[in-house]
């Protein structure tokens, strides 16, 4: 009696490795796949987002080389750099939110207690900039000429304003 138990004991034991192994060895495989499709997923997502990204910078100074050679002729003796360039077009723009009357270069005067103040600005290219504006309650977008003068200045004109309703 004490050999079958031991038989069946032997038996049951070989039994629960042989299904361990394989149930470890098709686990192993099936996270194996379920990570390579994770991974062809991202990868798809990823790209289909860089291309978003790159049609949505599509207008940008920063991708533009006509634009950028613009500022940087071949035959100049004074060159702008367009990293540095970007960065003081939307500083010098939004230091203008502190008038007291608002920001100018919205096109828009005072309506209600607030003033108008620039919240984003996109450089399109060597001549155009798009800015989003509100005073709280109102909001717009605005078209903006910037030219950057001989000393270095910079000057904005605003071309067209768009005032959203209520």
């Not at 504006?133 to 909001?139: K, N, T």
Request: no cysteine; glycine share 4%; hydrophobic share 40%.
């Amino acid at each position: 009696m004490k050999r079958s138990l031991l038989l069946y004991a032997f038996i049951l034991a070989l039994l629960f490795n042989v299904y361990t192994y394989m149930f470890l060895s098709k686990e192993v495989k099936f996270e194996q796949d379920k990570f390579n499709k994770v991974t062809t997923r991202l990868k798809d997502s990823l790209n289909v987002v860089s291309g978003k990204l790159a049609d949505a910078n599509y207008f940008s100074l920063e991708r533009d080389e006509n634009a950028q050679n613009y500022f940087n002729p071949e035959a100049a003796t004074k060159t702008i750099q367009i990293e540095k360039l970007v960065p003081v077009i939307t500083e010098k723009l939004l230091d203008l939110n502190t008038n007291p009357k608002g920001n100018p270069y919205t096109g828009q005067d005072q309506i209600g207690v607030n003033k108008f103040i620039i919240n984003k600005v996109k450089v399109l290219n060597h001549r155009w900039i798009i800015a989003d504006f509100s005073d709280g309650d109102y909001w717009g977008e605005v078209l903006l000429k910037y030219f950057v003068n001989e000393d270095e200045s910079i000057s904005f004109e605003v071309n067209q304003s768009l005032l959203y309703q209520k």
